[in-house]
């Protein structure tokens, strides 16, 4: 019983073992392949060979690697983008060998790349500098470092004209809401004075209709006693004359 258990054991280490190497057969050749149609320039079917070496090994580092540069030789960079920072996080590990720490540089130098293609300058600094950290010889990079940082200054600079000119134009159309408003109110001033005006006019108007008035009724009432008084007058006349009658 035991040889049993033990035949069976044997014979799977056996399968595995074999399995490993096959699998690792099919990476190597998908890999090989892909190369030779990247370095032909046939990104897309490279691209395809590429992730059919990362369906038989999902964590291999050169797949993931190589698949990165065909999808950004497509300008496809958000999804070179996204292999380049699963090999990113292995960052540890591949500065161990001498390999390793120069295709990290070479990763860090396309995810500058990208971020240049998307203005986003700043990490693109930033990614330039990390691979100068590891590869300070490459004068590429060294150029495109300086080319960002430029770029950078620039940008910061239209910035902030951007954000005085904002600042001005609020500040003229301000002056000129305070203007419109001031505007709107003197009117109202004027009609308000004009109403004033137009009161003491009317006021002005009552107290002489009231004094002509006055004078008319005082003018009446003195012709009516000069009326009276004459008549008196002929009356007392015409006495005086029946008398010596």
Request: aromatic residues 6%.
């Amino acid at each position: 019983m035991k040889r049993m258990q033990k035949s069976i054991i044997c014979i799977s280490a056996f399968l595995f073992c074999t399995g490993t190497v096959f699998a690792q057969k099919a990476e190597r050749k998908n890999v090989r392949e892909g190369n030779k149609l990247y370095q032909n320039e046939k990104y897309t079917e490279a691209e395809i060979a590429y992730r059919k070496s990362l369906e038989v090994n999902p964590r291999s580092t050169e797949g993931t690697f190589n698949l990165g540069n065909a999808l950004y030789k497509q300008k496809k960079f958000p999804e070179a983008a996204e292999q380049y920072q699963l090999i990113a996080g292995q960052g540890e590990k591949m500065i161990e060998t001498p390999e390793g720490k120069t295709r990290l540089a070479e990763l860090y130098h396309n995810i500058g790349n990208i971020f240049m293609q998307n203005k986003e300058y700043a990490k693109s600094v930033d990614a330039y500098k990390q691979s100068l950290r590891l590869n300070p010889k490459d004068d590429e990079t060294r150029y495109n470092l300086a080319l960002a940082q430029k770029l950078l200054q620039d940008q910061q600079n239209n910035d902030q004209s951007q954000d005085q000119q904002n600042q001005d134009k609020q500040e003229n159309q301000d002056q000129k809401d305070d203007q419109q408003q001031q505007q709107q109110q003197q009117p109202d001033d004027n009609k308000q004075d004009k109403t004033q005006d137009q009161q003491q006019q009317n006021e002005q108007m009552s107290k002489d209709n009231a004094q002509q008035m006055l004078d008319a009724f005082l003018q009446d009432e003195k012709d009516t006693q000069e009326k009276v008084k004459k008549a008196q007058m002929q009356q007392q006349q015409r006495r005086k004359t029946d008398k010596e009658w």
